[in-house]
């Protein structure tokens, strides 16, 4: 073969090529010929289209290519083929489905018709919402413009399919017609306002990948009508059937309501609502959305409060304070849940806080007389004490803290800051001892308990002078009195002071006692020839019992008794019930119980001590347990004895555990 030969023979097998080629591509499609011949036989120039003709003549040709659509599309098929060919599925199937109920006013008076009616497409059972939701996938908002879901407000039915090679004009050729269509879409430029179609308003979320409704109006819009300065309204939509005759032309909107509940949208519109809250802020959407809904009551009901109170001239504060806690509450879950809350919700709650305290402090300054000594006294110094008295002297109020103690209580001085302090001493002893079991080297912990001890009293001194003491008290605006206090009366405290035992009596509007509570010791044989400790000397030890027997399995003998056997102690607890920490959680006090005996302590459960003698203590069971020293932990009962309670009126319970008959203020 001579090179002219080769040379026609290589352009004709390319020639080939190409032809194989085109013939393969044109293969990776839908012939969508019979829609287009129904379209432009059904379909007239006004884009009504005759429903009762196509039913008579054309509804098996329509079924032939709905059979073509429903088989398994070609699997070579790029963008612009499928996106025709799902245009053209949806405006066939919703074409179909009003001639499978016409005559019929309204594809709304049809069941379900989006969601719930199935038709195959690309072989595969779908539904015109899921169609749709296949098209905004691709991204092309131009698609609203060639969906037709068979109402008189919808974009126009072309009379034609749309095809791959033709999709992009007729895409924008239907948007320009659908836009020039005055039935559907206004633009009055003079007025600087376009009234267009509420699809816009419901799809504006597509839209905006391609600049936003008003970009899109600009583009496709008559020439001239609209810019993007102008302003935006929609129409209200006709869902009346788009028939080329009058079967859908009395159908309205009310009609279109009544068909929206029949078909259980306003149900699921309800139900994606209530379980949207939560979504939204990523928590529980039934805890959210119930307290969400739940407040509504509350927050009318507060609101009526609120206008009843104006209309009588009372008090708005309550009303008010509790409609914007409804108002707020469900957003109050999510702090709780420890989601981020809106920014509004932080100023409302900092709005409630400011606003309940200006009232208080109003209230309480206007309450303010000068027919006794003070407006309140506040009889202990402990925690409940200081913050009751910080809090009333803030407020306005002439404040006096009457304590015979220093300031700082139980929690300063025998609770909280030496527990917690000795505690610290002996879970560091622990840790070194058990450093094994870390891949460290274990240290055989020697200590001096005078130096622990002193740590623990550096400590609680420290706390005391940062806040407990008189001068910051005083500093607040608090008179501290250090006294032994009385009552005469409802409105007098007969105080006798702990420096000069001089002896005055005062007077107050009201008062509040905070005096705390001490050792409950129980009387046992022969307590009198042993150690007895309690929280209130246990922290004053200048030597360290070798043997500690703990009475009670409450906080402070279980807290102690792991402290003592860490540091060195034997320690043996004595409790009568089955277990330890009987208010707490079984299965954790059970993980507690096993660690405690694994560390050495000794726990008699079901017992008690029958008596007493020096060294020893005789248990119920006849067992004898050895001991240097005893700490009673076997509960609390309140300082009340010395006030003389009965001369106000007030009485209390049997264990004085709660105040009863309280007598108000004179």
């Known amino acids: 073969m001579n090179l002219t030969e ?34 432009q036989k059904y379909v007239t120039p ?69 969601r719930v009616q199935r038709h195959k497409v690309d072989g595969k059972l779908e539904s015109l919402d899921s169609i749709e939701t296949r098209l905004r996938n691709m991204g092309d908002p131009r698609i609203h413009a060639a969906l037709v879901c068979a109402a008189r407000s919808c974009p126009p039915l072309r009379r034609e399919a749309y095809t791959k090679l033709e999709l992009n004009h007729q895409l924008d050729d239907n948007l320009r017609a659908w836009l020039a269509e005055p039935s559907n879409n206004q633009f009055l ?55 080329s005759g009058s079967v859908g032309a009395a159908y309205s909107g009310f009609d279109f309501y009544i068909d929206y509940v029949r078909n259980g949208y306003l149900v699921s519109d309800i139900k994606g609502w ?36 104006l209309r009588r001239g009372q008090s708005v504060v309550a009303p008010l304070l509790s409609a914007a806690f409804f108002f707020v509450s469900a957003y109050l879950y999510l702090l709780v849940a420890g989601q981020n809350i809106p920014v509004w919700v932080y100023i409302v709650i900092a709005g409630m806080l400011a606003f309940g305290v200006w009232s208080t402090v109003r209230k309480v300054r206007g309450q303010v007389g000068r027919s006794t000594d003070y407006d309140m006294v506040v009889i202990g110094g402990g925690a409940a004490g200081l913050t009751a008295a910080g809090m009333s002297a803030v407020m306005g109020a002439r404040t006096a803290l009457i304590s015979d103690n220093k300031l700082g209580g139980d929690c300063t001085w025998q609770g909280c800051v030496p527990s917690k302090s000795l505690l610290k001493a002996a879970k560091v002893a622990h840790a070194m001892r058990s450093a094994a079991k870390y891949g460290l080297e274990p240290s055989n912990v020697s200590h001096e308990w ?77 307590m009198d020839l042993v150690p007895v400790l309690t929280n209130e000397t246990l922290f004053e030890l200048k030597e360290r019992p070798q043997r500690l027997l703990v009475l009670g399995t409450g906080p402070i003998g279980v807290e102690m008794a792991q402290a003592f056997q860490r540091l060195g102690s034997d320690v ?22 096993q660690s405690l005996e694994g560390e050495g302590v000794r726990l008699r459960l079901g017992e008690q001590v029958v008596r007493f003698e020096p060294g020893l203590a005789h248990l119920k069971s006849g067992e004898i347990v050895p001991l240097d020293a005893v700490l009673m932990a076997t509960g609390r009962r309140p300082n009340l004895e010395s006030l003389q309670l009965q001369a106000t009126g007030v009485s209390t319970t049997e264990r004085a555990s709660r105040l009863t008959a309280i007598a108000g203020p004179t």
């Open 6 to 39: 080769r040379t026609i023979m290589s352009r004709m097998l390319g020639l080939l090529g190409w032809l194989v080629i085109g013939i393969s591509a044109q293969g990776q499609d839908i012939d969508h010929g019979k829609w287009t011949g129904l379209l």
């Open 46 to 114: 006004q884009w009504g289209v005759n429903y009762a003709q196509m039913k008579s003549d054309g509804i098996g040709e329509l079924d032939q290519y709905l059979n073509e659509i429903a088989k398994p599309w070609p699997e070579r098929m790029d963008a612009d083929a499928t996106k025709a060919a799902l245009i053209d599925a949806y405006n066939a199937l919703t074409v179909r489905w009003i001639l499978s109920n016409f005559p019929v006013a309204s594809i709304w008076r049809t069941q379900d018709p989006f």
């Open 572 to 593: 043996t607890v004595i409790g009568r019930s089955a277990g330890i920490l009987k208010h707490d959680d079984a299965e954790l006090t059970a993980m507690l119980r």
């Open 450 to 526: 005078l130096r622990i001890i002193e740590r623990v009293h550096a400590i609680r001194q420290h706390v005391y002078e940062d806040v407990d003491a008189p001068p910051n008290m005083e500093k607040l605006g608090v008179e501290v009195i250090a006294a032994r206090a009385r009552f005469v009366d409802q409105n007098s405290l007969e105080i006798t002071s702990s420096e000069t035992a001089e002896k005055r009596v005062v007077t107050s509007r009201y008062f509040i006692i905070a005096t705390g509570s001490k050792p409950d010791i129980p009387k046992i044989e022969g």
């Open 274 to 309: 209530f379980l949207g809250l939560g979504e939204r802020y990523g928590v529980n959407p039934l805890i959210f959305g119930s307290i969400y809904v739940g407040a509504i009551p509350f927050f009318s009901l507060s609101i009526a409060w609120l206008v009843r109170n």
């Open 189 to 243: 430029p003079d007025k600087k306002l376009a009234e267009v179609s509420k699809i816009f308003d419901w799809y504006a979320g597509d839209f905006e990948k391609v600049g936003g409704v008003p970009a899109v109006l600009e583009r496709f819009a008559p020439p001239n009508s609209f810019a993007i300065s102008n302003k935006l309204e929609y129409q209200k939509y006709n869902w009346g059937l788009n028939d």
